[in-house]
């Protein structure tokens, strides 16, 4: 047994009105084995970086890193150089964790003699309501390409690095990419490198904020863009992996346009433009999409609908809201 089994890596970047929240959740954890919080603060120019020092002076399983900004992927990747446990968990600033988080995460890794634990997160307001509930899946045990399945293409669990357990030597390989979308562009690699993977549903124990300064709720720059970098990279991954899967390299694309024209605030001539960039891949691939067994009805509508053009898409969207079949800003 590693001396410590969890490190807990926390980047911070002015945060402070819901730093606390977080640290504190982190530190009433039902954990019987020794964890550490590591609380990276990267180059935060509020009162963020002192708050965490304030925690770091009165508990000594909590290490306080500070550096100058580098973006999330920079402090993700700093926290990892200093963190001592065999796993590692991510937990961002704004959001906090219940009182069995690691318990549960390491229970279930030792069950199943996994290297990744995959868990849904709950996803929350600001007001702390609760923002959606989809469907329960059960807890298993999957090879790789059935967890890059399950994520990318099902996306039963998000490709988020936060609300997993996943093995530091597997981190280690794979640093985190700077720019936008760090996330999906890193999380097929670190599968890919898993022998043994749980995805489990243990969505009441991480609570994600969804907050108006995100980054999934900011108006439309070049940075986003990198979104359609990472379905590029994926792609190429497709080709060479899992060839006969090539053609569901729409529906990463088709994901990344849902993205941004649901999440991010743009003008009519952007909104055209992003919607465009998923037309011709999808009419290119629909007939297989919609004739697979294993993909939804859900996914092979969208499928459908995003080989039409954005006036279509948009007037669907809004009568489906009107009738509260989907959120306003979520699909």
Known sequence: MFEVEISVIVPIYNIENYLEKCINSLLSQNFDYKYEIILVDDGSTDGSGAIADKYGLEYNIIKVLHKENGGLSSARNYGLMHAQGKYVTFVDSDDYVSADYLKDLYFISMKYDAEIVLTKICLMTEEETQKYHKEEIETKLINNREAFWQVYIQKKVSWSACAK???????????????????????????????????????NNY???????????????EKHMRIFEVCNEIEVYLKKNYSEWEYLSALIYQNAVLQLITRINMSNTEYKQIFKKTVAISRKNLIRIISSRKLSIKTKYYATVLCTNPTIFRWQRNIMIKMKIIKGDWV
């Not at 794979?174 to 599968?191: I, R, V």
């Not at 022998?195 to 969505?203: E, F, G, P, Q």
């Not at 609570?207 to 720059?221: E, F, M, Q």
């Open 207 to 221: 609570h994600y904020i969804r907050r108006d300064g995100s980054i999934t709720a900011s108006n439309l720059s």
């Open 165 to 203: 357990l996943i093995e530091k030597e597997i981190l280690d390989k794979h640093k985190f990419p700077d720019g936008y979308y760090e996330d999906s562009a890193s999380m097929y690699l670190f599968l890919d490198d898993a022998n043994k993977i749980v995805v489990t549903d243990l969505r």
